[in-house]
């Protein structure tokens, strides 16, 4: 069987057991604090679990595009190393909510696998909780029952609560599980070792293939452990394993799924995979294939690479499989993002969205690639630089906080650095190393500090229920709330029943106002609505609440009206712009991101050229005819969302819709789109659209920020009492414009008179500089206290005192607009010869005027605050050298 059927054959027998089908969600998480990217399958069916939500069905299958990379389920580094992990992954699950259990649960899984797809019954074993007293959880005896009469005692291991006790982060649903592994080994090993020896021992031929979770309890933040209100079913089948054990494979990129990207780069490298000649070549391509998928989706599901947070996590990965590709396959040249089309191509039946943004992501990864292999380029000067100090020294180790900088700064992993370092005779501090990064890891912790406790619940609800889009405040219950400690103060996050609050998502920042408690008036200041997968979590900073939300009865819920109508014309400003854009700028134009509060809209769209002025021009007057016409809105909720897309509506990748989905259309022909935020009545409503800037976000993504209404008019007043003042400085001029050209002339021409006479001082300088310089034996020092008119003086010195003088050392001070400045120059020559660093030796020497600077190792300059120190300066640098 192929791939494709494999997977076909999971989800037809799933229907034939009445399950509904259902789309995969985004690889990256919305709408969940406690993940970056969905890691499992049940990720998006969280809410079911705990009740906070209703299931479209009570049996329900999929395919999940999953990312294990950061956080408690992280297999990144064994990634290429081993056979059978990856970042990107696909798990096919099915699920009852509240329906059937174990007894269902394990024989369909029994049955597909040996029925539909063959596999040998004699090289199956399967897993049962054993029990864990810390928890108060017993052995599952009820799974051991069932399994017994069909694979039979000698084929049931035990498990404990690591291998056989499913949770899916520190708190939430949870619960014991049956794995089923399978020995895929040859039959003479087989016949040599018992393959239930090997289960769980990371045997890369004796693996977990199926994962059948029974879903009871709810891990609190606590750890302790509560029943949930009913028993679900959660299982989770690694795709790529599947396919494995199907095809008889020994390895999982052996299988059709990696072997089309893999013959490519055999193709590009001329490296054949599996010669054992280069057994880092095989890595490299196991790592580039795996990487691929895991940047690719993530691209198109809408997360970017960027310096921060997810968008680190895609960068991190897109760096380490081109470092591979450097290292082992010799591409010099970028090659990543060739591999797109391949991907796209294989996928297109499955996940169709990678097909129809293959053209942006390629661009993006292309983009990314270039930045990286220039970084890269650096990095291995500045370990050439390093390595030349310790030679000169006589030094076999390179020091853990240098290493830590190269992985920082230069994006260097540490094994690259080592590799290298071994190449050239030294090794590393790994230990200082992990300590630098433990340091880093520590920081970011604290910045990131949260701690919440658990729900305390007041009363049940099944959900909440949203009435914001027709009312602006509601009767309702507070059904539960927490407390969570954050670095900028305690929070109180509240649930109630049915809310006219808006949660942020998709854009739009969450709504603000007050909770009426109580009929003596008390009340709750909201100052922000965040939606936690399916709960509306309304957000207050007040103090002491305990008491007045564990008595309330029916509250008002009220939000700040003026606010949400200023939100409503941003939001529906943005869908007119972009219907704008693609007839100004072409149909390519998607949405990548977007913010959009009472002040401001933001709005980041695929586009790989700078948007001129005129096109800007042209957009801003579109979106405000669009406006003038006061088209009345169209919203249309529940439409069935092929019916919705089939009728043309525009929808952004990346987010996930359900089967129903509300439409907002300004015109059916210009503005129609799917969308759950709020938005005016009519077009007029918004007044009037004005930019304010347009830039590039990341390769192939700009970002245009503008202002409506109140906003757009206080910025066009404040434009015009700013070209007032200008007229009044320069008396009224009947043409402001020729005036203002002459101006910039007389300053060009009076900047070019002061240039030349900087020159000849620099010149005059420069010659009573060479006159006194010392000569030593390898070098020519000049170390003097100068008066030149600004940094950039400094820096011409230097350069020119370097071509007229060899081997030269220079050390210069002086005093700009009263604050002092120092410079070092050393001759590149010499920097290599000896490893001295012009940037550290200048940090160091600013010490003595309270100041701090740095450079490159040959010219770095400083500033300080204490100008009675230069002297001493200068003085501690001849001592130096």
Known sequence: MTSHQIRQAFLDFFRSKEHLIVPSAPLV????????FNNSGMAQFKDFFLGNGTPPSRRIADTQKCLRVSGKHNDLEDVGFD?????????????????????????????????????????????VFEGDVKDGVPFDQEAWDLWKPIVGEDRIILGNKKDNFWEMGDTGPCGPCSEIHIDLRPVADVAEVSGKSLVNNDHPQVVEIWNLVFMQFERKADGSLNPLPATHV???????????????????????????????????SGKKYGDSNEPFADIAMRVISDHIRAVAFAITDGQL???????????????????????????????????????????????????SQEEFVAKVILEEEKSFLRTLESGLKRLDVITAFMKEKALNTIAGDEVFELSDTFGFPVDLTALIAREKGFQIDEVGFQDALAEQKKRSRQDAAKEATDWIELREADGVEFLGYDFEETHSHITKYRKVKTKTGDEYHIVLDRTPFYAEMGGQVGDTGVLVLNEEGKTVSIVDTKKENDLFVHISKDKNLDDALQN????????????????????????????????????????????????????????????????????????????????????????????????????TFGEKYGDFVRLIIFDPTFSF???????????????????????????GVRRVEAVTGEKALLLMREQEETLNKIKDLLKNPT????????????????????????????????????????????????????????????????????DQVENLIAVFGTEIAGKPQLSVFIAENIVQETGLNAGKIV?????????????????????????????????KARELF
């Open 29 to 36: 998480a919305k709408n969940d604090p406690t993940l970056m």
């Open 83 to 127: 056979t059978y992990h990856h970042t990107m992954f696909e798990m096919l699950g099915n699920w009852s909510f509240g329906d059937y259990f174990k007894k269902e649960a394990i024989s369909w899984a029994w049955e597909l696998l040996t029925e539909v797809y063959k596999l040998p019954k004699d090289r199956l074993y399967v897993s």
């Open 234 to 268: 959660d299982t989770g089948m690694g795709f790529e394993r599947l396919c494995m054990a199907v095809q008889a494979k020994i390895s999982n990129y052996d299988t059709d799924v990696f072997q089309n990207t893999i013959q490519v780069l055999e193709t590009l």
């Open 305 to 355: 690479p960027s310096n921060n947070k997810a968008g680190y996590v895609i960068r991190r990965i897109l760096r380490r499989a081109v470092r591979y590709g450097y290292s082992y396959l010799g591409f010099q040249e970028p090659f990543f993002y060739k591999l797109v089309s391949v991907l796209s191509e294989q996928f297109k039946d499955v996940f169709p969205e990678l097909k």
């Open 552 to 651: 309330a009865g029916i509250i008002t819920a009220k939000i700040d009206i003026a606010r949400r109508e200023k939100i409503k014309s941003n939001h529906s400003a943005t869908h007119l712009m972009l219907s704008s854009m693609r007839e100004v700028l072409g149909t390519h134009i998607g949405q990548k991101g977007s913010y959009l509060n009472d002040e401001v809209l933001r709005f980041d769209f695929s586009h790989f050229a700078k948007v001129s002025e005129e096109e800007l021009k042209k957009i801003e007057d579109r979106v405000n005819e669009k406006i003038r016409e006061d088209i009345l809105l169209d919203e249309r909720r529940n439409v069935p969302i092929q019916q919705a897309l089939d009728q043309g509506a525009t929808a």
């Open 673 to 699: 789109e799917l969308c759950g935020g709020t938005h005016v009545p009519s077009t007029g409503k918004i007044g009037v659209f004005k930019f304010i800037s347009e830039g590039s976000v990341s390769a």
């Open 735 to 802: 043409d402001l414009i020729k005036a203002v050209e002459n101006l910039i002339d007389e300053k060009t021409s009076l900047q070019k008179k002061i240039a030349a006479l900087e020159n000849e001082k620099i010149q005059a300088l420069k010659a009573s500089l060479i006159e006194d310089l010392e000569e030593h034996s390898t070098f020519n020092l000049i170390v003097k206290q100068v008066d030149v008119p600004s940094a950039e003086s400094l820096k011409q010195l230097s350069y020119e005192l370097r």
């Open 843 to 875: 940090k160091e020497l600013a010490k003595e005027i309270r100041g701090g600077g740095g450079g490159q190792p040959f010219f770095a300059t400083a500033g300080g605050s204490d100008s009675t120190g230069l002297e001493s300066a200068l003085e």
